[in-house]
């Protein structure tokens, strides 16, 4: 059963590209978070979704980034236009249920964008 | 005032020492998580936690929710235990607030 999939691992994209990070829940699992670590400081929020659904997006800067979760295949982050403050390490967890008690959350080993 | 505070922010250890990590939290939760983060890896969950205590080989965690603390202890610790440690609660929102992590090195 493999676990929590984010590609790429690492992006390189010059200021004014598009990023596309992608993420496969682990199986079974129905409900993915998008949380962006910026050098130096901690874990923040970005999105909560499940399949079609974007359940909470509050943490998204309002403009530029976008998630989706489709029906088939990965969910995916999508950064327009990145400048040089999206760089940053951005993890994908995934959990099999809303939030039960005893369902624990599933980290991505993250996927490390740098924007020259 | 973060809604997650982690004491200390740095930690240096012999190896063998008893370690302590602690976590206060001003929020109401539903649970809480210690996370292990290794110098640019992913990050793994240790521990989830809505009472009491929770033991895995040499890690312990304990959370009081009345007082609205956990601590995560590390007995005989080693250096392959070096890695940033965060406490991370989740209310009832479903998203997870993370503290600003603890970063432990275990000197041989």
């Known amino acids: 059963n493999a676990g929590v999939m984010q590609n790429p691992r690492h992006l390189v994209r010059r200021r004014g590209q598009e990023a596309r990070l992608r993420c496969s829940p682990m199986?079974?699992?129905?409900?993915v978070y998008w949380y962006r670590q910026l050098p130096e400081e901690g874990l923040k929020f970005m999105v909560y979704l499940q399949k079609e659904n974007i359940i909470d997006e509050s943490g998204m800067p309002k403009e530029r980034f976008s998630a989706e979760f489709p029906k088939e295949g990965p969910s995916i982050l999508r950064i327009q236009q990145v400048v040089r403050g999206d760089s940053a390490a951005y993890f994908c967890?995934?959990?099999?249920?809303?939030?039960?008690?005893?369902?624990?959350?599933?980290f991505g080993e993250g996927s490390w964008l740098t924007v020259v | 005032k973060n809604e997650v505070e982690q004491s200390p922010q740095n930690l240096t250890a012999q190896e063998g020492e008893f370690i302590t990590i602690n976590c206060s939290y001003s929020?109401?939760?539903?649970?809480l998580h210690w996370l292990q983060q290794h110098p640019g890896g992913g990050i793994v969950s240790l521990f989830m936690?809505?009472?009491g205590k929770k033991k895995h080989g040499r890690l312990i965690a304990t959370i009081n929710i009345q007082e609205k603390h956990s601590s995560l202890h590390i007995t005989a610790s080693h250096p392959r235990d070096s890695a940033v440690y965060i406490c991370?609660?989740?209310?009832?929102?479903?998203?997870?607030?993370f503290g600003s992590g603890t970063q432990l090195t275990v000197l041989p």
């Open positions: 936690l809505s009472s």
């Open positions: 929020v109401g939760i539903s649970a």
């Open positions: 991370a609660v989740r209310g009832s929102a479903r998203q997870l607030t």
């Open positions: 967890a995934s959990s099999p249920d809303q939030g039960a008690l005893g369902n624990t959350i599933y």
């Open positions: 199986k079974g699992h129905s409900h």
